[in-house]
């Protein structure tokens, strides 16, 4: 089974602070995504990466940046946090997508976080 | 452009079959996903279609008509841990990240 972890369930940090959210996935897949989930809008990417070192802006990466040293780690950055940014965050995995499920994303618990 | 729409909510009774629809605009489709999402859980696969058709999987299926841009997830004999939220996905070639809709609210009810 696919595994894929986040550091932290809940977090609550205050405005300014620098906040690093890790997923880490067990599989191998070369893909790794951040979203954040809000009422009403939906699931929303942030950034994604294909391979180590290598990172994609997606839809919303204003105020964050991300870090992929390693194959399994990929970390989302805040660097200064706002109230805004006051989310459900979801990291996911999947193998290099072909024609075939492989485009299958998996989840990790996902990071509450609360910025005050 | 990309473009997923799904029904925000949804209501079912207990032991009903309930038909959540998606339509979708993307290009150089790959492929359309579905999840299921429990409140303050994270997505969890549950059907992939990439051809034309309908796919069977116990309570849970889904129908694809590329043609239409339509897609379909049917759930049978509803129990009420299927009251999540269900998002429709899309795929596209080029190894380009899902297009997720918002989402269904499913609730069943007594």
């Known amino acids: 089974d696919v595994k894929v972890t986040q550091s932290s369930r809940y977090l609550v940090k205050r405005t300014g602070e620098k906040v690093f959210l890790e997923c880490v996935q067990d599989?191998?897949?070369?893909?790794m995504f951040w979203y954040r989930q809000d009422p009403g809008l939906g699931l929303r990417l942030i950034y994604f990466?294909?391979?180590?070192?290598?990172?994609e802006k997606g839809d919303i990466p204003e105020g964050y940046s991300v870090s992929r040293e390693k194959k399994e780690r990929f970390s989302l950055i805040l660097e200064s946090a706002s109230t805004n940014q006051t989310s459900m965050y979801l990291c996911a995995s999947s193998l290099v997508g072909t024609s075939t499920s492989t485009d299958t994303q998996y989840f990790g618990p996902g990071t509450r976080l609360t910025v005050l | 452009g990309q473009n997923i729409d799904q029904p925000t909510e949804m209501t079912a009774t207990e032991g009903a079959i309930v038909q959540i629809n998606c339509t979708y605009q993307?290009?150089?489709?790959?492929?359309l996903f579905w999840y299921q999402q429990h409140a303050g859980e994270a997505p969890t696969f549950l059907s992939y279609n990439v051809l034309d058709g309908l796919e069977e999987k116990g309570r849970f299926s889904s129908f694809l008509s590329r043609s239409k841009g339509y897609s379909y997830l049917l759930l049978k004999e509803l129990q009420m841990k299927d009251s999540a939220s269900y998002l429709c996905?899309?795929?596209?070639?080029?190894?380009?990240?899902?297009?997720f809709g918002k989402g269904t609210r499913l609730s069943v009810i007594a």
């Open positions: 990466s294909y391979d180590v070192k290598m990172k």
């Open positions: 996905a899309a795929g596209s070639i080029g190894n380009t990240p899902l297009v």
């Open positions: 599989m191998d897949h070369e893909n």
């Open positions: 993307t290009s150089g489709f790959n492929g």
